[in-house]
């Protein structure tokens, strides 16, 4: 089995930093791209940001010049960086694996952390 573990939200006020960070743990081979999602309440679950494998990136527009996904292979670890945060983004803070190898040789889809909370106050 495998599991996302994410930490380091908290509450901050706007103009200051989080990191926050996501760990798969479990009997793994390989994970393709990670990721972190957000929803404020009673919206949708948005993109922040994506790296693949190999580096690649992607992020929302909201965030863009202001957060910084990364990732280490060996530790299965996804990392974000979140600058000069603002109150709009206040949400709860996801984690996302799409594909999971395991040393079983099974894929597993579209994993997720339980979530968390970054409270940002103006």
């Known amino acids: 089995q495998v599991q996302l573990v994410e930490s380091g939200g908290g509450l901050v006020q706007a103009g200051e930093s989080l990191r926050l960070s996501c760990a798969a743990s479990?009997?793994?081979?390989?994970?393709?791209?990670m990721g972190w999602y957000r929803q404020a309440p009673g919206k949708q679950r948005d993109l922040v940001a994506t790296?693949?494998?190999?580096?690649?990136?992607n992020y929302g527009d909201s965030v863009k010049g202001r957060f910084t996904i990364s990732r280490d292979n060996i530790k299965n670890t996804v990392y974000l960086q979140m600058n000069s945060l603002k109150p709009e983004d206040t949400a709860v803070y996801y984690c996302?694996?799409?594909?999971?190898?395991?040393?079983?040789?099974?894929?597993?889809?579209?994993?997720w952390g339980q979530g968390t909370q970054v409270t940002v106050s103006s």
């Open positions: 996302n694996a799409d594909r999971i190898l395991t040393r079983k040789d099974k894929w597993i889809f579209n994993s």
């Open positions: 479990g009997s793994i081979f390989s994970i393709n791209a």
């Open positions: 790296i693949t494998s190999g580096g690649n990136t």
